[in-house]
């Protein structure tokens, strides 16, 4: 499967973005989704996870309540809305999934095998 992340840009904070991750393939429904980010100079950290059907969610506890993780099985896309940024949220955002039609989310980079290529969102005091 490929992934292509878009959405990203410059933001305020307490303002709200959405970003978009559109997956090639027929089998989109049966991948695990997630996203995370890489800030400068540090390492790539998760931010939120979204199983198969989208009846399991899961997120870091940094974004909690702030993001939400949705997808769109007929469109072949997964979303990241993004509410009330922070500064500390700028970072590179990429997209990742792995072939796992099952209830379980995932959360760490070794667990999925395909990436998009990022999408930057910077949020501004």
């Known amino acids: 499967v490929q992934l292509q992340a878009s959405g990203g840009g410059l933001v305020q904070a307490g303002g709200s973005l959405r970003l978009s991750c559109a997956a090639s393939?027929?089998?989109?429904?049966?991948?695990?989704m997630g996203w995370f980010r890489q800030a400068p100079g540090k390492e790539r950290q998760f931010v939120a996870a979204?199983?198969?059907?989208?009846?399991?969610?899961y997120y870091a506890d940094s974004v909690k309540g702030r993001f939400t993780i949705s997808r769109d099985n007929a469109k072949n896309t997964v979303y990241l809305q993004m509410n009330s940024p922070e500064p500390e949220d700028t970072a590179l955002y990429y997209c990742?999934?792995?072939?796992?039609?099952?209830?379980?989310?995932?959360?760490?980079?070794?667990?999925?095998?395909?990436w998009g290529q990022g999408t930057q969102v910077t949020v501004s005091s």
């Open positions: 979204i199983n198969w059907s989208g009846g399991s969610t």
């Open positions: 393939g027929r089998t989109f429904s049966s991948y695990a």
């Open positions: 990742a999934a792995d072939y796992r039609p099952s209830i379980v989310v995932l959360t760490t980079t070794r667990d999925y095998d395909y």
